[in-house]
């Protein structure tokens, strides 16, 4: 049973922006963690940004400043809007999410961490 769909993928030139989507089906809890993890052929997958049922945000470095997370709760909703888009962040883009947990830092929680995962969506950066 899927619970995480992503959408909002494409292909941009560098410099442009992409808006990604995920909507999660499951049940709602008070806490929770979600996050954008991102994959590119040949690499391992890597955490790109997380957000807490709080409120707060965890970035990589890779993409601080340049990224932003953000989630509505009203329609089960997480968001990962990318401005200044560069060549290396041309991968698979997957939403994942843990429910009852709490997730805190300076960064992304490594993918171990998340139970449910989207089915990801393209983004390719020319």
């Known amino acids: 049973q899927v619970q995480l769909v992503e959408s909002g993928g494409g292909s941009v030139q560098a410099g442009g922006s992409l808006r990604l989507s995920c909507i999660d089906s499951?049940?709602?809890?008070?806490?929770?963690?979600m996050g954008w993890f991102r994959q590119a052929p040949g690499k391992e997958r890597e955490g790109v940004a997380a957000?807490?049922?709080?409120?707060?945000?965890m970035y990589a470095d890779s993409v601080k400043g340049r990224f932003t997370i953000s989630k509505d709760n009203a329609k089960k909703a997480l968001y990962l809007q990318m401005d200044s888009l560069k060549p290396e962040d041309t991968a698979i883009y997957y939403c994942?999410?843990?429910?009852?947990?709490?997730?805190?830092?300076?960064?992304?929680?490594?993918?171990?961490?998340?139970?449910?995962w989207g089915q990801g969506t393209q983004v390719t950066v020319s």
């Open positions: 994942a999410a843990r429910s009852l947990a709490v997730c805190a830092g300076h960064y992304p929680p490594t993918a171990d961490f998340f139970p449910k």
């Open positions: 499951g049940e709602t809890y008070s806490s929770y963690c």
């Open positions: 957000i807490n049922s709080a409120g707060a945000t």
